[in-house]
């Protein structure tokens, strides 16, 4: 059983695991590598739980209780003790890498390492681990207090274990569970992004305007958000390295990303957390920008 949690890396995924595992009753400490970004976190935390708490799903109480439970680790030695780490650091291979050559001397032998990564190898980066049996993906949903999955990602090398301890943990955090074989992508992005990239190659191609291309998948295809207006929400620049990571790793021109995606990220406007991206946030309501 899971009472004691480190999460590292402290952005939008770490702030939302943070707050739904305190919330859950499990202690977290929580590590970045910029001491601002944890201080910043437990602020978010803070202002994302007051809402639950005047929609009345979560109770006053609740909200000290879980903010009482969350602490910084200034080091890797703060770790010492938790049953579980879940690294959601950026998405590139070597920080992650890193991350685990250095946290892995500090840690009990039973101790779980889970990677929130959406799309890197969950065998390749647990075999540089030396605990390959007790590694796992554990991929959260952007916001996490919201999205009620978790996909979990076993790798080659995963005990049965392993996998049975996060997904009853996953479901004491009120979320279901997908199981997914570590392939490209897992399950969520195979699917999404392939089709987030060809709604760009339709705006690419003129098929359709951005604003006609999500309107045919809102209120034709009964999507809650367009592709082009998600892919802004999660980053362009992610959404690229996710396509770079099918291709290379499936090795089909199938996923090649749209010239225009690499053009957007090329440019800087990566969506939503720049201000501008398929829309323009600086005005309201926002804007397309082709
Ligand atoms: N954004 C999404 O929609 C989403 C969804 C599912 C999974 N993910 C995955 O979650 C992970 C984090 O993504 P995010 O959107 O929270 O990114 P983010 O940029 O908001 O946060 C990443 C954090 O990691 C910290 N960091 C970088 N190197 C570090 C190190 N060596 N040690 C400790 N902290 C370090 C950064 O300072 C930053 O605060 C990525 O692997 C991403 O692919 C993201």
């Not at 201000?275 to 804007?287: E, L, Q």
Request: charged content about 20%; glycine content about 8%; aromatic content about 6%.
């Amino acid at each position: 059983m899971i009472n004691s949690i480190g999460i590292i890396g402290a952005g939008q995924m770490g702030n939302g695991i943070a707050h739904v595992t305190a919330l859950a009753g499990i202690d977290v400490l929580l590590l970045d590598a910029k001491p601002e970004a944890v201080e910043k976190a437990i602020v978010t935390i803070g202002k994302n739980i007051d809402r639950q708490v005047a929609k009345g799903a979560v109770t006053a109480q609740a909200k000290v209780d879980a903010l009482a439970r969350i602490r910084v680790a200034a080091d890797y030695t703060a770790l010492a003790h938790a049953d579980l780490i879940i690294e959601a650091a950026t998405e590139k291979e070597d920080v992650k890498r890193a991350i685990f050559k250095a946290v892995q001397p500090h840690l009990r032998d039973d101790t779980i390492l889970a990677t929130n990564t959406s799309s890197l190898s969950v065998t390749r980066l647990g075999a540089a681990t030396g605990r390959a049996d007790r590694f796992i993906g554990m991929h959260f949903f952007n916001p996490v207090p919201v999205m009620k999955l978790v996909e979990i990602i076993r790798g080659i090398a995963t005990s049965e274990a392993t996998y049975e301890t996060i997904a009853e943990l996953s479901r004491r955090l009120g979320k279901t569970t997908a199981m997914s074989e570590d392939y490209p992508g897992f399950m969520a992005n195979r699917i999404l992004m392939p089709m987030i990239n060809e709604a760009v190659y339709a705006l690419y191609e003129g098929v359709g305007t951005i604003t006609a291309i999500d309107t045919t998948m809102k209120l034709g295809c009964n999507h809650p958000m367009g592709p082009l207006e998600l892919a802004d929400f999660i980053g362009l620049d992610t959404c690229l390295s996710i396509m770079q990571v099918l291709l290379d790793g499936l090795s089909d021109t199938k996923y090649r990303p749209c010239p225009l995606l690499v053009k957007y990220v090329e440019a800087g406007w990566l969506g939503r957390k720049t201000g501008r991206g398929f829309y323009d946030y600086s005005v309201t309501p926002a804007k397309p920008t082709r």
